[in-house]
């Protein structure tokens, strides 16, 4: 039998051990493929071009990497209906193969696809406001993780700033009639009435209202001040009614009603406005200092929440990938790496996960000035380290009926 050297079977050997050790694994070389829910048609349009903003600056800035893994993003306009955000939330995990959704905008549009990304297993970040009662609330899925609050949670800290702060009785109340606007005023209602106001009035304009006219004609004018919970470019159309009609109450909105992203747009009709948001763009931070530069040399305008909101899931998107050393093919230690992260950098401040899959998070009431020229909302409070729960009981509060249309019931109405 022919003998063979070992110094030859080394030389042979060696160099095919050595190029499979350098070789990447072929788990690691797929991109992290992110779907991603914008608006580009319909009333909330406007919102999911800025939310596209946020998302696309830190891709710049990362280089289109996390954790060292390439990341491809796709976006799909759900037009702001519920119906089609489920379909094409279906088209990017059936056709795109995505590993991770960041979307959508409203919150009726991310309670229409919560059972499928349970049945998918596919992680979902919602930048916007989150959907109070959805199945991570009941503890019934963990693929759900929302980076910004609950669409009450701003409105607890107003309806308690109203009442304590300023001192308000009495408060009218009008909002768009769908989840966002009924949850937001739900929030209010509760911890001003809870403080010894009195909710006298309230009225809801379609989502589509054509004028709004007619509601403003309608306000109560023997209030301390009007509640306007609005979205899109619905409070632009509200303010200016509000203004020509002559009203003078104080108002007091929702994080949508004067966010950066509208206000741009807004004039004297704003003045005075009280808001209160899970973002504040004077924010005295240098993480928040950078992102308003940035977003303003990218883009030209000021950022709001909606752009504060998806570069903000993009930092926790990264921030668990680095966790798992962008091993994301591993989808359970993914998942619960979305649910460990504890964001202590970026433009809104810091932000950890409570027990339900929310978040506990700095609330700023703001109050639109003119500085230099501009319309600014000026930070006059800071409510730090709120809850979806405000002061309640967690238990009481998700056994209690959940807030809605109709929740709080309404006991002074005139």
């Known amino acids: 039998m022919a003998r063979v050297k070992l110094s030859s079977v080394l030389c042979a050997v060696v160099p095919v051990v050595?190029?499979?050790l350098s070789a990447p694994a072929?788990?690691?070389?797929?991109?992290?493929?992110?779907?991603?829910?914008?608006?580009?048609?319909?009333?909330?349009?406007?919102?999911?071009?800025?939310?596209?903003?946020?998302?696309?600056?830190?891709?710049k800035e990362r280089s289109n990497l996390f954790a060292g893994r390439k990341v491809e993003i796709f976006f799909a306009d759900t037009a702001g209906q519920p119906a089609q955000a489920k379909s094409k939330t279906q088209e990017l995990v059936e056709r795109d193969k995505v590993h991770v959704i960041i979307g959508p905008l409203a919150t009726f549009e991310a309670l229409a696809i919560?059972?499928?990304?349970?049945?998918?297993?596919?992680?979902l970040i919602t930048p916007t406001s989150a959907a109070q009662n959805d199945l991570a609330q009941q503890k019934k899925s963990d693929y759900v993780i929302h980076v910004y609050g609950t669409a009450a949670q701003p409105m607890h800290a107003l309806g308690n700033y109203a009442a304590k702060k300023l001192g308000y009785k009495r408060i009218a109340m009008i909002a768009d009639d769908f989840t966002y606007g009924h949850e937001g005023a739900a929030g209010f209602h509760r911890v001003f009435e809870d403080n010894g106001g009195r909710i006298v009035q309230k009225l809801w304009p379609a989502l589509n209202a054509p004028d709004y006219g007619s509601f403003v004609g309608q306000l109560k004018t023997n209030v301390d001040g009007i509640y306007a919970?609005?979205?899109?470019?619905?409070?632009?159309?509200?303010?200016?009614?509000?203004?020509?009609?002559?009203?003078?109450?104080?108002?007091?909105?929702?994080?949508t009603c004067v966010d950066e992203g509208v206000l741009r747009n807004m004039g004297d009709e704003a003045l005075g406005v009280y808001s209160a948001s899970w973002y504040a763009t004077d924010r005295d931070a240098p993480d928040n200092k950078r992102f308003v530069e940035a977003i303003q040399r990218e883009f030209k305008v000021t950022p709001g929440f909606y752009t504060a909101g998806t570069y903000t899931a993009g930092l926790w998107l990264e921030e668990a990938m680095m966790m798992i050393k962008g091993r994301f093919e591993d989808k359970a230690e993914f998942v619960k790496a979305l649910h460990n992260v504890r964001l202590n950098h970026g433009p809104m401040g810091p932000i950890k996960l409570d027990d339900y899959g929310k978040p506990v998070l700095n609330i700023y009431i703001r109050?639109?000035?003119?500085?230099?020229?501009?319309?600014?909302?000026?930070?006059v409070d800071t409510v730090r380290e709120v809850t979806q729960f405000w002061t309640y009981d967690p238990k009481q509060f998700i056994a209690g009926p959940q807030y809605g249309r109709e929740v709080p019931a309404a006991k002074f109405l005139e």
């Open 18 to 20: 050595l190029s499979a």
């Open 26 to 59: 072929p788990a690691q070389t797929e991109p992290l493929r992110v779907g991603f829910l914008t608006v580009r048609t319909g009333p909330l349009a406007a919102g999911g071009k800025q939310m596209e903003d946020g998302i696309n600056l830190l891709l």
């Open 114 to 123: 919560d059972d499928y990304m349970l049945q998918s297993k596919v992680p």
């Open 229 to 255: 919970g609005f979205a899109g470019s619905n409070p632009l159309r509200f303010l200016r009614a509000y203004k020509e009609y002559g009203l003078k109450m104080p108002v007091f909105g929702n994080p």
């Open 367 to 379: 109050k639109v000035e003119r500085k230099n020229g501009q319309l600014v909302n000026t930070t």
